[in-house]
């Protein structure tokens, strides 16, 4: 099918530059872009989304442990050098 596009005249020369280098077409060339392109779009939307881990347990800090200190925190691990 034929078809006119109006391209960048910088990337127009690129890519029959490239197609030259590759001995293939302008049109081949022009072709994988866009399929790769689509093919793109594609598994893009295969994506699932990602399920993090959520901790259910019992716990939590020790009474008296400021979690916005590093010392405290530090501290209650028996880290602190």
Same mark, same amino acid.
């Given at each position: 099918m034929k078809t006119t596009l109006n391209l960048n /005249?910088? !990337?127009l020369a690129e890519a029959k530059a490239l197609a030259a280098k590759q001995r293939t077409s302008l049109t081949s060339l022009i072709e994988e872009g866009l399929k790769l392109r689509l093919r793109a779009q594609a598994d893009a939307g295969k994506q699932r989304?990602? =399920?993090?881990?959520v901790f259910k347990g019992r716990g939590g800090l020790l009474a008296g442990v400021n979690p916005l200190s590093n =010392? /405290? !925190?530090?501290e209650a691990l028996g880290d602190d050098p």
């Open positions: /005249d910088q !990337l989304p990602v =399920k993090l881990p =010392k /405290d !925190l530090l």
